[in-house]
Nanobody, 116 residues
Framework: QAQLVESGGGLVQPGGSPRFPCAAS????????MGWYRRALGKQRELVAT???????SYADSVKGRFTISRDNAKNTVYLQMNSLKVEDTAVYYC??????????WGRGTQVTVSS
């Protein structure tokens, strides 16, 4: 079954630096872009960061300089390194993968709560 599986999440203190992986199952082939999105309570889902197979990256202005996205193509895994976390980063974080033939896959989401 094709799926993306996020790991990590939970309660993190302000200023924390967690790193979350998301692995795509082997049945997903031809992945081009991978990324992370988030949805805060009462808000729409928004882009956090994306990375292409050639390591081109883009970030939301709100996380530039604090978050870093990376990937391991051999493992079909994308990572989100989050630094200097703020309370406003609290959200459900979703992993995304898009293939060269325009299929989109989503993880189930992982809750990240930034609070002291």
């Amino acid at each position: 079954q094709a799926q993306l599986v996020e790991s990590g999440g939970g309660l993190v203190q302000p200023g924390g630096s967690p790193r979350f992986p998301c692995a795509a199952s082997g049945s997903i082939s031809g992945i081009y872009t991978m990324g992370w999105y988030r949805r805060a309570l009462g808000k729409q889902r928004e882009l956090v960061a994306t990375i292409t197979r050639l390591n081109g990256t883009s970030y939301a202005d709100s996380v530039k300089g604090r978050f870093t996205i990376s990937r391991d193509n051999a493992k079909n895994t994308v990572y989100l390194q989050m630094n200097s976390l703020k309370v406003e980063d609290t959200a459900v974080y979703y992993c995304n993968a898009n293939t060269v033939n325009s299929n989109a896959y989503w993880g189930r989401g992982t809750q990240v709560t930034v609070s002291s």
